[in-house]
């Protein structure tokens, strides 16, 4: 199993997905990472919407909610772990034209990361990737499988170096490879627009939300690097861990005080800003 828990193909453990799946040949299909906490799964109903809307975009007909939500319930008696739930068009042909909308669905599940709360409390040191997001707005802020762009931007980190941030062509910063990005400048949290490219993180969409709620003025919008590294605050999202400050770009370091990222933990509440994914 490479190291997974577990394995579904469509209800059914197994030990290996068929190997004529187009999800495997054309990256045919989208999918979501849940974490798994003390046998609950956080977010589960706002990543399922995700998961749903974004196999709308790509026209593949879901499974009914009642079933991915089953296969849910039947990763959660591992307890603690990072499960990974995707659709993949279905259909065995040779070719790129889909032979049907139908999904195939896969489920995985994985030991709890090894990284906890010191990430959260500390921050981590990021580099800006020389790897550019491709610009096409059919795909922007969909997770689908086409990975590519962020296997490149992962390989050949210096030492210490936790993470990379990518822009777009334009030179402008999208995201992380595995996170979204915000930053704060005087009081104003910024995010990148994903209408072009980036994943549309379920974590993003709840710290807007939440910041709306607490009165936090934020703008989204395409900016240039420069406003990044102008920045007081800097931070990345996602849904396995919560939020993480950014302590420092290349050689640009931001401010430990961090009083609106502080906030915005508080309210998120998130498992890994508390204890340790893997303490139990």
């Avoid at 279905?90 to 049907?100: K, L, N």
């Avoid at 709620?213 to 396995?240: H, K, N, V, Y």
């Amino acid at each position: 199993m490479s190291g997974a828990l577990a394995i579904r193909w469509n209800g059914q453990p197994v030990a290996q997905i068929p190997a004529l799946s187009r999800g495997l040949h054309y990256g045919d299909g989208v999918f979501r990472t849940l974490l798994l906490h003390d046998g609950a799964m956080v977010a589960a109903d706002a990543q399922l919407d995700r998961l749903l809307a974004d196999a709308a975009a790509l026209g593949i007909a879901a499974p009914p909610l009642a079933r991915l939500q089953a296969e849910l319930v039947a990763a959660a008696c591992f307890g603690n772990g990072t499960v990974k739930l995707l659709l993949l068009r279905a259909g065995e042909r040779r070719g790129y034209r889909p032979e049907t909308d139908a999904a195939d669905c896969l489920l995985i599940v994985y030991p709890p990361s090894a990284r906890g709360s010191a990430a959260a409390i500390e921050g981590i040191k990021a580099i800006r990737s020389p790897v550019t997001l491709a610009a096409q707005p059919l795909l922007a802020g969909i997770k689908h499988l086409n990975r590519l762009e962020q296997v490149l931007a992962s390989r050949d980190w210096p030492a210490g170096v936790d993470e990379a941030i990518l822009g777009d062509d334009r030179g402008q910063p999208v995201c992380a490879t595995r996170a979204n990005l915000f930053w704060v400048r005087h009081g104003v949290l910024h995010t990148p627009a994903l209408d072009r490219c980036g994943v549309a993180g379920v974590t993003r969409s709840r710290l807007l939300a939440l910041a709306a709620a607490a009165d936090i003025e934020c703008r989204i919008g395409s900016q240039p690097w420069s406003a990044l590294l102008a920045a007081d605050e800097a931070f990345l999202s996602g849904s396995l861990i919560g939020i993480w400050p950014l302590r420092a770009i290349d050689g640009h370091c931001y401010e430990a005080a961090r009083p609106v990222t502080r906030r915005l933990q508080g309210l998120l509440a998130h498992p890994s800003d508390v204890v340790p994914l893997n303490a139990r």
